[in-house]
Nanobody, 121 residues
Framework: QDQLVESGGGLVQPGGSLRLSCAAS????????IGWFRQAPGKEREGLSC????????YYSDSVKGRFVISRDNAKNTVYLQMNSLIPEDTATYYC??????????????WGQGTQVTVSS
């Protein structure tokens, strides 16, 4: 069964860093575009970043550009989201999702259960 499992969330102080992991099983992650998005209570889902198949392209929303970095480790079949200079507005549940194809413009096929990130002093 194809699935994605996020991990690495937690409580961090403003200005701190976290690295989220998105581990894939049942399929070869490198063949597909993988995106990260988040959702906070009462807010709409927000797309954050995406890495296309074979790492040809990466994309970032304006809200995280310069602070977050997406990367892929094919040996571990895992995509990461390194989050730096965190601010309280980054508090949300973070999800990774598999796209139907290799482009970040493709629709999401499915996503994981999410991992909670809380930025607070």
């Amino acid at each position: 069964q194809d699935q994605l499992v996020e991990s690495g969330g937690g409580l961090v102080q403003p200005g701190g860093s976290l690295r989220l992991s998105c581990a894939a099983s049942g399929f070869t992650l490198d063949y597909y575009a993988i995106g990260w998005f988040r959702q906070a209570p009462g807010k709409e889902r927000e797309g954050l970043s995406c890495i296309s198949a074979s790492d040809v392209n990466t994309y970032y929303s304006d809200s995280v550009k310069g602070r977050f970095v997406i990367s892929r480790d094919n040996a571990k079949n895992t995509v990461y989201l390194q989050m730096n200079s965190l601010i309280p507005e980054d508090t949300a549940t973070y999800y990774c999702g598999k796209k139907y194809g290799g482009r970040c413009s493709d629709q999401y096929e499915f996503w994981g259960q999410g991992t909670q990130v809380t930025v607070s002093s």
